[in-house]
């Protein structure tokens, strides 16, 4: 006999903007020696039972089957984190940031460069001709990855 594992898990948009919800099913079980010398036998296995898996998963999110919308060049576009404008090439639209999104870059600011939030502004606006009110969702992803970087 051999042990096979086999997982399934999906990641869904929550409620709130740039938080997930993440459901994950395993289990473990033994084959016969003969399944586990077929190769398309041991793929079949593996598919009912992650087929299984995947119900559960489903069922446990409670809405069925998700959607999963893919742009041209097959990634993906809606996938709950806070890339929603993105236009299927990973690029975002000019869409408004957040205000959970400012709230984060002013934090991260705060945190790695002591700033207050008026010296954020001028931060923004002198090194980066950006005004906080007007930040737009793709110039705040790259300001909160240069200040954790």
């Given at each position: 006999m051999i042990r096979l594992t086999a997982s399934f898990g999906r990641k869904t948009p929550?409620?709130?903007?740039?938080?997930?919800?993440?459901?994950?099913?395993?289990?473990?079980?033994?084959?016969?020696?003969?399944?586990?010398?077929?190769?398309?036998?041991?793929?079949?296995?593996?598919?009912?039972?992650?087929?299984?898996?995947?119900?559960?998963?489903?069922?446990?999110?409670?809405?069925?089957?998700?959607?999963i919308h893919t742009g041209p060049t097959n990634r993906i576009a809606t996938h709950g984190n806070g890339n929603n404008g993105s236009n299927g090439n990973g690029r975002s639209h000019d869409v408004p940031a957040s205000r959970k999104q400012v709230g984060f870059l002013l934090s991260l600011a705060r945190r790695h460069r002591n700033f207050s939030a008026d010296q954020t502004r001028q931060w923004l606006r002198k090194d980066h001709n950006i005004e906080l009110d007007d930040i737009t969702k793709s110039q705040a992803t790259t300001l909160i990855d240069t200040l954790k970087g």
């Open positions: 929550d409620t709130e903007q740039f938080s997930s919800r993440s459901v994950h099913a395993s289990a473990e079980f033994d084959v016969m020696d003969s399944v586990a010398e077929d190769p398309s036998a041991l793929k079949r296995a593996l598919s009912n039972i992650w087929r299984q898996l995947k119900q559960a998963v489903d069922e446990e999110i409670g809405d069925g089957p998700v959607q």
